[in-house]
C-alpha cells in the first residue's frame, strides 16, 4: 500500500514541477510568441534540409557501394 501512495506523491510532485518550470519559462522567455514561432519554423526547415542532403548523400554512397560489389563480382567471376 504504501508504494502506491509513494507513486502517487512522485506523479504529482512531477506534475507540480514540470507545471512551475512551464510557468517560470513563460516569464523568462526572451521573445514572445511569434518570434519564436517564426524562428522555430526557420530553424526546423534548415533542419529539414540539412536532413534532406544527408539523406542524398547516403543513396548515392549506397548506390556507389552497390555498383563496385557488382563489378567486383563481375570481375572475379570473369577471372575465374
Not at 501512495?5 to 510557468?23: N, Q, T
Amino acid at each position: 500500500m504504501r508504494n502506491e501512495s509513494d507513486s502517487g506523491m512522485l506523479v504529482v510532485g512531477l506534475f507540480l514541477g514540470l507545471l512551475i518550470g512551464a510557468v517560470v519559462t513563460l516569464f523568462y522567455a526572451p521573445f514572445d510568441a511569434r518570434t519564436l514561432r517564426a524562428s522555430t519554423e526557420k530553424e526546423i526547415e534548415q533542419l529539414r534540409n540539412q536532413t534532406d542532403r544527408v539523406s542524398a548523400s547516403l543513396s548515392d554512397g549506397r548506390s556507389a557501394v552497390l555498383e563496385r560489389r557488382l563489378r567486383a563480382g563481375s570481375a572475379g567471376s570473369s577471372g575465374s
